[in-house]
């Protein structure tokens, strides 16, 4: 079972990004995934969630209205696509999946029983 993320990089101030997490070993569609990051020195802290069938959202206050998650069960693949990047998004971004089977979204790491090996996204002012 495994989560690979991919996508991150080097971004000016401003721009986008959009990173994606492939699933294998298992699916992950009946479940509610997510995106957490962590910065230097800083814990690990939520970003986005999504419902299994995708209708349902949730979005840390500071990317609210910058960040977009998305999913495609067919492709067993996690999206989140950020735009209007700011400096301090600067952080390794973690996929996770395995929460809330059949409904609900989390906002709580200790509820996704897999996660992917963190993708670093760089924001330069």
């Known amino acids: 079972v495994q989560l690979q993320a991919s996508g991150g990089g080097l971004v000016q101030a401003g721009g986008s990004l959009r990173l994606s997490c492939a699933a294998s070993?298992?699916?992950?569609?009946?479940?509610?995934m997510g995106w957490f990051r962590q910065a230097p020195g800083k814990e690990r802290e939520f970003v986005a969630t999504?419902?299994?069938?995708?209708?349902?959202?949730g979005y840390a206050d500071s990317v609210k209205g910058r960040f977009t998650i998305s999913r495609d069960n067919a492709k067993n693949t996690l999206y989140l696509q950020m735009n209007s990047l700011k400096p301090e998004d600067t952080a390794v971004y973690y996929c996770?999946?395995?929460?809330?089977?059949?409904?609900?979204?989390?906002?709580?790491?200790?509820?996704?029983?897999?996660w992917g090996q963190g993708t670093q996204v760089t924001v330069s002012s």
């Open positions: 070993g298992r699916t992950f569609s009946n479940y509610a």
């Open positions: 996770a999946g395995g929460a809330r089977y059949l409904g609900g979204i989390s906002s709580t790491p200790y509820e996704y029983g897999t």
């Open positions: 999504i419902e299994w069938s995708g209708r349902r959202t």
